[in-house]
């Protein structure tokens, strides 16, 4: 998504989100919750809508806290509904709210969402699909991609010349870690080879 460098700097509400969140490692539960529904939300639209609603969203869905949007029952999926500040889509929004109560397993079973990313990666976007697909709802081929790249998972959030990818680079995303892992193996065989 490296076009996203060019049309982003500057923009109201691409900037902000390329500068300082799109790409950026994070481990904070809410922060995970909340780009997972906001990755659902842009399915069929353009980002720019996503981003324009993201702060009725967060209203609207208490910060996507996950205990709280876990507990969620009829009367408040009928409230979000009717939310003119968000996007009103039955089947997504059923979606965000199932999705908090997977993630709430997620804790028992492999310590909390950030956990259990990192037991699985690295591994290639097409396997990462599979996963989400057996874990969560309504995540298909895209919104994982962009899931996993807006957190650093997979790279291309950025192209290497844009100043925001020496910035992430710095923080040492797990795609980073990666790299620098197999460069280590690829050393070590080479030494073992001569």
Request: proline share 5%; net charge positive; hydrophobic share 40%.
């Given at each position: 998504?490296?076009?996203y460098?060019?049309?982003a700097?500057?923009?109201?509400?691409?900037?902000?989100y390329h500068?300082?969140?799109?790409g950026?490692?994070?481990?904070?539960?809410?922060?995970?919750h909340?780009?997972?529904?906001?990755?659902?939300m842009?399915a069929?639209?353009?980002?720019?809508?996503?981003?324009?609603?993201?702060?009725?969203?967060?209203?609207?869905?208490?910060?996507?806290?996950?205990?709280?949007?876990?507990?969620?029952g009829?009367r408040?999926?009928a409230?979000?509904?009717?939310?003119?500040?968000?996007?009103?889509n039955?089947?997504?929004?059923e979606?965000i709210i199932?999705?908090?109560?997977?993630?709430?397993?997620?804790?028992?079973?492999?310590?909390?969402?950030?956990?259990?990313?990192?037991?699985?990666?690295?591994q290639?976007k097409?396997?990462?699909v599979?996963?989400f697909?057996?874990?969560?709802?309504?995540?298909?081929?895209?919104?994982?991609g962009?899931?996993?790249m807006?957190?650093?998972?997979?790279?291309?959030?950025?192209h290497?010349?844009c100043?925001?990818?020496?910035?992430?680079?710095?923080?040492?995303?797990?795609?980073?870690?990666?790299?620098?892992?197999?460069?280590?193996?690829?050393?070590s065989?080479?030494?073992?080879?001569?």
């Open positions: 998504m490296s076009g460098c060019k049309i700097p500057g923009h109201e509400f691409h900037g902000p500068d300082t969140e799109y950026f490692p994070s481990q904070d539960e809410r922060v995970l909340e780009r997972l529904a906001l990755e659902i842009q069929g639209l353009s980002w720019l809508i996503v981003l324009k609603k993201r702060r009725g969203m967060n209203a609207a869905f208490h910060d996507f806290d996950v205990d709280r949007v876990a507990a969620y009829a408040d999926i409230r979000l509904l009717k939310d003119e500040n968000i996007i009103r039955r089947l997504k929004v979606s199932d999705n908090a109560r997977r993630i709430q397993a997620l804790r028992e079973s492999h310590g909390g969402f950030a956990a259990w990313l990192d037991v699985h990666h690295p290639g097409d396997a990462w599979k996963l697909k057996k874990t969560f709802r309504f995540t298909g081929g895209e919104v994982v962009e899931f996993l807006s957190l650093g998972y997979l790279p291309g959030a950025h290497d010349a100043p925001v990818y020496r910035r992430i680079e710095r923080l040492g995303p797990p795609w980073a870690r990666s790299k620098k892992a197999k460069s280590r193996i690829n050393r065989r080479e030494s073992a080879k001569g």
